[in-house]
């Protein structure tokens, strides 16, 4: 059997939206639920003492898990499982010369969603900001974490995978897609063969024989 055919089993039913409510205002209100839920989970994630010193680590400078282990007390593999949860949650990252660092913008993004609805009142930020902090919440580091649940949310996200990784137009043999969807799944929940089977239900990759095409944007404009 394709392994490209969809089991329409598998696939969640779109949402339906609020009456009266257009499908970018039930993202934008749905992730920022999910958002307001990350700030909730946080006093959780340093409930661990493992966490914490590896996290203080990190902000007092330590840019490898072999630094962090040393830094603060703790055993490799201590040091791993809690680098590990830091990067899931987005809290601490990868700077530019691929040392740990203290991810400043999450805490600024989590301390944004937090405030009071009165404080945010009338600024519901454009269309690019709120693909922007959906694709933020579901990829860390240039990895795909887990796939969103909601499927509007899950279309964002597998959007911005294609529009990463392939080029229009280019004809890619089924062993290089699968090359290059798998370092989006490495250490996540998802596989490439999903992730492939995904983008082509979407029309984000066209097949044709051994082959694939990520189709032209203008060309799709439309398709949601």
Avoid at 175 to 202: I, P, Q, S
Wanted: net charge positive.
């Amino acid at each position: 059997m394709d392994n490209d055919r969809s089991d329409r089993s598998d696939r969640p039913v779109p949402s339906i939206g609020t009456p009266g409510r257009s499908e970018h205002a039930d993202v934008t209100a749905r992730c920022e639920v999910g958002a307001r839920s990350e700030v909730s989970a946080l006093p959780g994630l340093f409930a661990d003492e493992g966490r914490v010193r590896a996290f203080a680590a990190v902000a007092l400078g330590a840019g490898s898990a072999e630094e962090v282990a040393r830094s603060g007390g703790l055993s490799a593999r201590d040091a791993a499982a809690a680098l590990r949860r830091l990067r899931e949650y987005g809290v601490v990252t990868s700077g530019g010369d691929g040392g740990l660092v203290v991810a400043h913008a999450r805490f600024a993004e989590l301390a944004r969603v937090s405030r009071p609805a009165a404080e945010t009142a009338g600024h519901t930020g454009t269309e690019d900001d709120r693909a922007g902090l959906i694709v933020r919440t579901f990829v860390k580091d240039g990895r795909l974490v887990r796939l969103p649940a909601r499927w509007t949310r899950k279309k964002v996200v597998l959007r911005h995978i294609a529009e990463q990784t392939f080029t229009p137009g280019v004809e890619y043999p089924e062993r290089a897609v699968d090359e290059k969807l798998r370092a989006w799944c490495d250490d996540g929940d998802v596989d490439h063969v999903t992730l492939r089977r995904y983008l082509v239900d979407l029309g984000h990759l066209r097949r044709s024989g051994g082959t694939y095409r990520r189709a032209d944007p203008s060309a799709r404009a439309g398709i949601a």
